[in-house]
């Protein structure tokens, strides 16, 4: 049966969808591909908000998640979000479809983007919603929904403009997915999936989310070093996600299928980092009761990760400099020396060249480690992030805290961009799961009848002008983060961050020494901090106990 508007609505989408076959023979970036997309569609079948998904696969090749790749008419911390289809009744339907899917405007199924349109705030009522799933060589590689507030308007289009916006739609998430593919096969020499599975991604930490101009330098130039053996360093501040880089260079390289292991040196007792590293043979020194690998041995054929590097003693730099010279380690007690094959990435928040200038870090070690380095932004010059990882965030709490629906108000998400962040993404990050507690709070009696939990810019304004780092930071440095919140004496007086802190750690350790006698173990315990890291701070900021009297130098 033909509708009185089919007639105009294929002449419509024939000429729209020839001009975008012709758009995706030109030069044009995935993005802007996907853009067009999206505005065709618009123009073919009216609609209030349209997203095109990516579906990403287990390793045994079945899709569990949809990543939003381009959408229009929905808050802009969508792209940030990863849906995990089991938990969404429609998005299951739509994937275990091979037909496109009309939802009756009154389904009982709850709709993934509640609270989410921009055209209307809260549940969506009554409302037409359609899923498109997207198939290349009989496998699903994503969906395209399209929703309405205008009930039934999507129940009289034709099956022929649906299967033609279907083949268009796979078409161009197809030839994105292919140049990827492409991409990683030229830098790797092999076959590598387009994107990461969801087990990688919840075992190795998350992914590098972010489309700002200092996030894209950054992801070229992981692309470009990945696939080499080169000794990366990688330098930025505290919570921007040095760790996360290093696993992202491990996961792209030849050496993805080799150990990735991790080695904290800020968190290792002065008297075992040698251990650690390069391992002991038993009886090598008191307590040494049987053999033991050190981390080099471990992370043979692939990467070895040296997290606060800086923080290493000059007498363990010696050695690890002739562990990547010569790719030979010697345990502990052994007096024959070991070949090993570990490509190092190493990490640190300190300026390693100032170091060197100091004295306090080997000229040779830094350019040993420094082949190639490379700086992770702060946040707060990543313009237009804040929301992604915002959306991001946000759906890993709501799946961990177990809420329907979760969602960020408009002038949440606005006051999070005006943020200067300080702790960076892990701040963020921390914000944003105290802001939803306390709005889970607050609709304790709604959330049980199944509304939207909806973080409001008051969950989140006390939190971004006093909120430090987190459990796991170094306390004596929150009063730093407090010092850097809009509106603060530090900002106005444009104060040095690193002098500021400093001051403040060396008054906040010499007191607390004082109190307690000259007692370094009970210090560190008051400080909550290890004894050996609160002593390398102490030498470095000129912290003397003599006789038990505290000196400041």
């Not at 997207?134 to 009289?156: C, K």
């Not at 989310?209 to 692309?223: F, H, P």
């Not at 993805?256 to 292991?261: I, K, N, R, S, Y």
């Not at 000229?363 to 313009?383: F, I, K, T």
Request: glycine share 6%; with cysteine.
């Amino acid at each position: 049966m033909t509708s009185d508007w089919s007639k105009p609505m294929a002449d419509i989408s024939s000429a729209a969808l020839i001009e975008l076959a012709l758009d995706l023979t030109n030069s044009l970036t995935t993005q802007d591909r996907f853009e067009r997309l999206l505005t065709t569609v618009r123009r073919t079948v009216s609609c209030d908000a349209v997203v095109l998904l990516q579906a990403l696969n287990t390793q045994d090749g079945r899709p569990d998640q949809l990543k939003p790749l381009a959408q229009q008419g929905l808050t802009q911390d969508t792209l940030g979000r990863r849906f995990e289809i089991p938990l969404h009744p429609r998005f299951a339907a739509i994937c275990d479809s091979g037909t496109p899917v009309r939802f009756p405007a009154d389904s009982p199924l709850p709709d993934p983007y509640d609270g989410m349109l921009l055209v209307h705030e809260g549940n969506l009522p009554v409302h037409a919603c359609m899923g498109l799933p997207l198939r290349a060589d009989e496998q699903l590689i994503g969906v395209l929904t399209l929703d309405s507030m205008t009930p039934h308007v999507f129940d009289a289009i034709p099956k022929r403009t649906l299967d033609v916006i279907s083949a268009m739609s796979a078409a161009t998430l197809k030839t994105a997915i292919l140049l990827q593919q492409l991409e990683q096969h030229s830098q790797h020499n092999q076959l590598l999936v387009a994107e990461l599975t969801h087990e990688a991604l919840v075992k190795d930490g998350g992914e590098l989310i972010g489309n700002s101009q200092a996030m894209q330098r950054l992801k070229r130039e992981i692309d470009m070093v990945a696939s080499s053996d080169f000794t990366i360093l990688i330098e930025g501040e505290t919570g921007v996600g040095k760790e996360l880089v290093a696993r992202t260079l491990h996961r792209q390289s030849t050496r993805t299928e080799g150990p990735l292991v991790y080695v904290n040196c800020a968190a290792l007792p002065e008297n075992l980092i040698e251990s650690e590293l390069f391992g002991h043979v038993k009886g090598a020194f008191t307590g040494a009761d049987r053999t033991r690998k050190g981390k080099f041995s471990l992370a043979d054929g692939g990467t070895l990760f040296l997290d606060e590097i800086g923080e290493l003693p000059l007498a363990v730099q010696s050695k690890l400099l002739r562990a990547l010279q010569n790719q030979e380690i010697q345990p502990l007690g052994k007096d024959a020396t070991e070949k090993v094959n570990v490509r190092v990435l190493a990490a640190t928040n300190r300026q390693l060249k100032q170091e060197v200038a100091e004295g306090r870090f080997r000229a040779d070690l830094y350019h040993r480690l420094s082949v190639y380095p490379m700086s992770v932004p702060p946040l707060r010059h990543r313009e237009g992030d804040v929301a992604l990882l915002a959306g991001y965030f946000v759906e890993q709490l709501r799946r961990k805290l177990g809420i329907r629906q979760l969602a960020l108000d408009s002038e949440a998400i606005e006051l999070l961009c005006r943020y200067d962040w300080p702790g960076n993404v892990r701040e963020l990050e921390h914000v944003l799961a105290r802001a939803t507690l306390r709005a889970r709070n607050e609709n304790g009696a709604r959330q049980q009848a199944g509304s939207i939990i909806r973080i409001y810019a008051k969950h989140i304004e006390q939190l971004v002008a006093t909120q430090p780092l987190g459990a796991d930071d170094d306390p004596m440095d929150r009063e730093s983060n407090r010092a850097q919140a809009p509106g603060s004496q530090a900002d106005t007086q444009r104060l040095n961050l690193k002098q500021q802190t400093e001051t403040y750690q060396r008054q906040l350790i010499a007191r607390v020494l004082s109190q307690e006698n000259g007692s370094w173990s009970a210090a560190a315990k008051r400080l909550d901090t290890d004894r050996a890291n609160l002593s390398r701070l102490a030498k470095r900021l000129g912290i003397k106990v003599t006789k038990q009297i505290i000196s400041d130098s």
